[in-house]
C-alpha cells in the first residue's frame, strides 16, 4: 500500500496563497498520477488538479491561472500552490496517487488517498 501524508492547509484571507504538499511512501515500484481533489461540505469531491509522472497537468476550469501542481519524483511528493484563494476555495483538500507497489514477488495497481487537510478562505 502506499501511504500519503498531506500539509500546508490552514485559515487564509480572500486574495492570499497557501502550499499544499504530500508525501507517499510505501513498497512503490512506481508512481504514476498523481493529483488533489477537495470537497467542501454538503459537495461531491471533485478533482482540483493533477499531474502526470511526465509533468503533463490537468486543472478543475475554477482554478485554472491560480493554482499550480508539481511534483518531485525523486521524494514521491506532489504539491499544490495555491493563489488568489476565493471563499470558494474552502473544502478538505485530499491527495490522490496512483501508483505500482511490489511485494511478494507481486505487483499490484493501487489508487490512495490521504486524509485530507483543511483550507479555509475567510476575511
Known amino acids: 500500500q502506499v501511504q500519503l501524508v498531506e500539509s500546508g492547509g490552514g485559515l487564509v484571507q480572500p486574495g492570499g496563497s497557501l502550499r499544499l504538499s504530500c508525501a507517499a511512501s510505501?513498497?512503490?515500484?512506481?508512481?504514476?498520477?498523481m493529483g488533489w481533489y477537495r470537497q467542501a461540505p454538503g459537495k461531491q469531491r471533485e478533482l482540483v488538479a493533477a499531474?502526470?509522472?511526465?509533468?503533463?497537468?490537468n486543472y478543475a476550469d475554477s482554478v485554472k491561472g491560480r493554482f499550480i501542481i508539481s511534483r518531485d519524483n525523486a521524494k514521491n511528493t506532489v504539491s499544490l500552490q495555491m493563489n488568489s484563494l476565493k471563499p470558494e476555495d474552502t473544502a478538505v483538500y485530499h491527495c490522490?496517487?496512483?501508483?505500482?507497489?511490489?511485494?511478494?514477488?507481486?505487483?499490484?495497481?493501487?489508487?490512495?488517498w490521504g486524509q485530507g487537510t483543511q483550507v479555509t478562505v475567510a476575511a
Open positions: 510505501g513498497r512503490i515500484n512506481r508512481l504514476n498520477a
Open positions: 490522490n496517487a496512483q501508483a505500482v507497489v511490489c511485494g511478494n514477488s507481486r505487483c499490484s495497481e493501487t489508487d490512495s
Open positions: 499531474i502526470t509522472s511526465g509533468g503533463s497537468t
